[in-house]
């Protein structure tokens, strides 16, 4: 069975920070690792996914992703936040199923 | 490429009346569709999801129901709305071959009054 744990439902930065926001998962098979955008009233937005790959992974917007299995971590992160950033995040994992299990989100604000 | 559609956008609804809203996929054939549906709060959780016509998997049990009447048309019903039946749902499609990425529709707002 797989899980996702979302560290903190809002994280606050300032515009030109570092944004950083915590995902860690649980799977008993090697697992796919997702992380989407929502801006309100939208649907979910791919940002970026880990498929065994290479443990970095760039995504889209400046966003990357490091794959960590010793730590059950796939901690989003971008250089310096601009305001357009401010929306909810889900980490979603997969492993033995085509179902994605998602996290409860992360509500990211941005202030200039 | 391929998109997703869903509607209405919104929809408002009395309880007690019947539901349905629609979801299509254009530019795949065969995909997995899957019904989400997210409450103020409490992240995403799978509702539905249906590998091929006809063939659906019933995650929660629930007021709703979900058809695939053809193989890129995915429907949610209900007979009689409940107040708990309010949220934002969302379709998604996945290119079926196992731990593919998803993805989503516009999403659709109901509120049930």
């Known amino acids: 069975a797989q899980s996702v744990t979302q560290l903190g439902s809002h994280v606050s930065v300032s515009e030109g920070a570092l944004v950083l926001l915590r995902c860690n998962y649980s799977?008993?098979?090697?697992?796919?690792l997702f992380w989407y955008v929502q801006y309100p009233n939208q649907g979910l937005q791919l940002l970026l996914k880990?498929?065994?790959?290479?443990?970095l992974v760039k995504g889209i917007n400046g966003f990357e992703a490091e794959f960590k299995k010793s730590e059950t971590s796939f901690h989003l992160t971008k250089p310096s936040a601009h305001m357009s950033d401010a929306a909810e995040y889900f980490c979603?994992?997969?492993?033995?199923?085509?179902?994605?299990?998602f996290g409860t989100g992360t509500r990211l604000q941005v202030f200039p | 490429s391929q998109t997703i559609h869903q509607w209405p956008a919104t929809l408002v609804q009395p309880v007690g009346s019947p539901l349905s809203l629609e979801c299509t996929v254009e530019?795949?054939?065969?995909?997995?569709l899957y019904w989400y549906r997210q409450a103020a709060g409490r992240g995403l959780q799978l509702l539905f999801y249906?590998?091929?016509?006809?063939?659906i998997s019933s995650e929660v049990p629930q007021n709703l129901s979900a058809s695939r009447p053809q193989d890129r048309q995915f429907i949610l019903s209900s007979k009689k709305l409940l107040l708990s039946d309010s949220g934002f749902y969302l379709c998604?499609?996945?290119?079926?071959?196992?731990?593919?990425?998803?993805?989503f529709g516009p999403g659709t707002r109901l509120t049930v009054l």
């Open positions: 998604a499609w996945s290119g079926g071959v196992g731990l593919d990425t998803q993805y």
């Open positions: 530019g795949t054939s065969n995909p997995n």
């Open positions: 799977s008993s098979v090697p697992p796919y």
């Open positions: 979603a994992v997969s492993g033995d199923t085509d179902k994605l299990i």
């Open positions: 249906s590998v091929g016509i006809g063939q």
């Open positions: 880990y498929t065994s790959a290479a443990t």
